[in-house]
């Protein structure tokens, strides 16, 4: 009979990739050396596949279309990030059995079989999976772009899967891809709330798996935290669980955490302690508003069109134009520092001009990483290859 033979959480930070002089490498380091030991933990339980429960980065569905669950079964999981990619062989029979089974458990499942995956999944392939034979089935969970499933939800669908594996042959690794506290793209990118964290943490080492799953998409939103629902669908799939922490760290606007889930209680657990929460009237992700439609879509294709890029760097306002934007976006997006001439030193700001004027956040912010990498590329090019860049524009 099949069964869950490790149970693991990591988060999956862009700067991991882009190493932007404003981060500590050692904290970066710290984090992935705690990815490698989740790598070393499949070769101790050799899984015949890892559930891989992660999220997007309006990367895979954009607006067109973004389901709460989906399933990929395709021959192999493409993903790209920062010029790296990976193609991964899917667990075919397992991801159709799972995808079948759970729509049978009255799940609405989305699934696709051929989707270009972001950093979410790209992470895990690059420092967990690092090269290792064990075929995948990418899971995604939406936490973006609401209305989101709850926590519980989450759960729900990984007990049920779960359930699902113990009816068939598999032994299964399951990891979850995302969290801790961190607000990409908004005002609040910088000041994490690391003391709900700490509380979180301490809940799950002391097996208040509870404390964590009975909490609202409101009240992780607040704290930063939507990122953490596929943790959820981990604890639902393990049970009764206590927590082994091999990383966090504090960064200055993300908490680097990596974990291990083992099956039951911790014994002489604490008991829980509430978290207290403002309930405040904003949300940090809501749905875009229809009007800067235009300005998310172009935002998107910075992000995988060179050429326009290029074009954008020398001047976004015919870009900002032949798009159709408001007076009010295309001055939100030269607000940024991404659109200053290419040889500027001119410190920028970063996604919260453009997230004020109706930016999704994400895919604000994911623009904006992607444009800091091709700068810093640009800037450190010689001046002959710089120019060149400019006249291809």
């Known amino acids: 009979m099949g069964r869950i033979v490790a149970a693991m959480a990591t988060m999956h930070a862009p700067q991991l990739?882009?190493?932007?002089?404003?981060?500590?490498?050692?904290?970066?380091?710290?984090?992935?050396?705690?990815?490698?030991?989740?790598?070393?933990?499949?070769?101790?339980?050799?899984?015949?596949?890892?559930?891989?429960?992660?999220?997007?980065?309006?990367?895979?569905?954009?607006?067109?279309?973004?389901?709460?669950?989906?399933?990929?079964s395709c021959e192999n999981a493409t993903a790209a990030f920062a010029g790296r990619s990976y193609n991964p062989p899917i667990h075919q029979v397992l991801a159709e059995a799972v995808l079948e089974q759970l729509v049978a458990r009255d799940f609405d499942m989305a699934y696709s079989q051929e989707a270009d995956l972001g950093h979410s999944f790209a992470a895990i392939f690059e420092w967990v999976l690092e090269g290792r034979a064990i075929p995948v089935v990418p899971i995604f969970i939406n936490t973006y772009l609401p209305p989101l499933p709850s926590a519980r939800r989450c759960a729900a669908l990984g007990k049920a899967i779960a359930e699902i594996v113990a009816t068939r042959p598999e032994r299964v690794a399951?990891?979850?891809?995302?969290?801790?506290?961190?607000?990409?793209?908004?005002?609040?990118?910088?000041?994490?709330?690391?003391?709900?964290?700490?509380?979180?943490?301490?809940?799950?080492?002391?097996s208040h798996s509870d404390s964590f799953i009975c909490l609202s998409a409101e009240q992780l939103d607040e704290v930063g935290n939507t990122e953490m629902l596929p943790w959820a669908a981990?604890?639902?799939?393990?049970?009764?669980?206590?927590?082994?922490?091999?990383?966090?760290e504090p960064t200055t606007h993300h908490g680097h955490a990596v974990a291990i889930f083992h099956p039951g209680e911790k014994l002489n657990a604490a008991p829980p302690q509430p978290y207290k929460f403002h309930n405040h009237p904003y949300h940090?992700?809501?749905?875009?508003?229809?009007?800067?439609?235009?300005?998310?879509?172009?935002?998107?294709?910075?992000r995988f069109k060179p050429g326009l890029r290029s074009r954008a760097f020398q001047d976004v306002a015919p870009v900002a134009a032949e798009y159709g934007l408001t007076p009010e976006h295309t001055v939100a997006l030269q607000e940024t520092f991404l659109f200053r001439h290419i040889n500027s030193d001119k410190p920028g700001r970063d996604a919260d001009p453009l997230a004020a004027?109706?930016?999704?956040?994400?895919?604000?912010?994911?623009?904006?990483?992607?444009?800091?990498?091709e700068k810093r590329k640009l800037m450190a090019a010689p001046a002959s290859v710089q120019e060149t860049a400019l006249a291809r524009a």
């Not at 393990?238 to 922490?245: A, C, F, R, S, Y």
């Not at 999704?360 to 623009?367: E, S």
Request: glycine share 6%; aromatic share 12%.
């Open 17 to 72: 990739f882009t190493r932007p002089p404003e981060e500590d490498p050692k904290q970066l380091d710290a984090g992935i050396a705690a990815m490698r030991r989740l790598g070393k933990l499949l070769d101790e339980t050799k899984p015949d596949a890892l559930i891989v429960f992660a999220s997007d980065h309006m990367e895979t569905f954009f607006l067109k279309s973004v389901p709460t669950f989906a399933i990929m």
């Open 174 to 206: 399951v990891l979850a891809s995302g969290g801790m506290s961190h607000y990409p793209g908004t005002w609040k990118y910088y000041k994490p709330a690391y003391d709900f964290d700490r509380w979180c943490i301490q809940e799950l080492e002391n």
């Open 234 to 248: 981990v604890l639902g799939a393990v049970g009764p669980q206590h927590m082994e922490l091999l990383s966090y």
């Open 284 to 302: 940090f992700y809501n749905h875009p508003p229809l009007a800067a439609y235009r300005l998310n879509k172009l935002l998107y294709d910075l």
């Open 357 to 373: 004027v109706g930016a999704h956040p994400i895919g604000a912010l994911m623009a904006v990483h992607t444009l800091q990498q």
